[in-house]
């Protein structure tokens, strides 16, 4: 389902909200554009950082909101109840918002 959604943005150039568990098990949040999609891997543009990076883990979880969220805190709480649910304890799960 992630991966599928994942597809979708990236075919209409759409913008992503991503947060993932770093690997010394930090909440991350990002703003990226996916790039390419290869098995459980994808490379994005991250405009944190300003440069391309690439998530190499497999796609853990997605939830689509009905109202789109920009505040942080909204965008937290779902995906900490995302974690809450599917989190496995593996460093950089990526979970896209």
């Known amino acids: 389902m992630m991966k599928e959604q994942l597809i ?3 075919k ?3 913008l992503v909200n991503m947060m993932y568990v770093s690997k010394s098990g930090v909440v991350s949040k990002r703003r990226i554009k996916i790039i ?9 543009f991250c405009f ?9 883990k497999r796609f853990y979880c997605s939830k689509t909101e009905e109202i ?10 779902v995906c900490t109840e995302l ?15």
């Open 83 to 97: 974690l809450d649910k599917y989190f496995e304890g593996g460093a950089s799960t990526p979970i896209i918002c």
């Open 12 to 14: 209409r150039n759409q």
């Open 68 to 77: 789109p969220i920009n505040e942080t805190m909204d965008l937290y709480k």
């Open 8 to 10: 979708k943005a990236m």
């Open 36 to 44: 390419k999609i290869f098995g459980d891997s994808f490379q994005f």
């Open 48 to 56: 944190t950082r300003y440069s391309d990076r690439a998530m190499t």
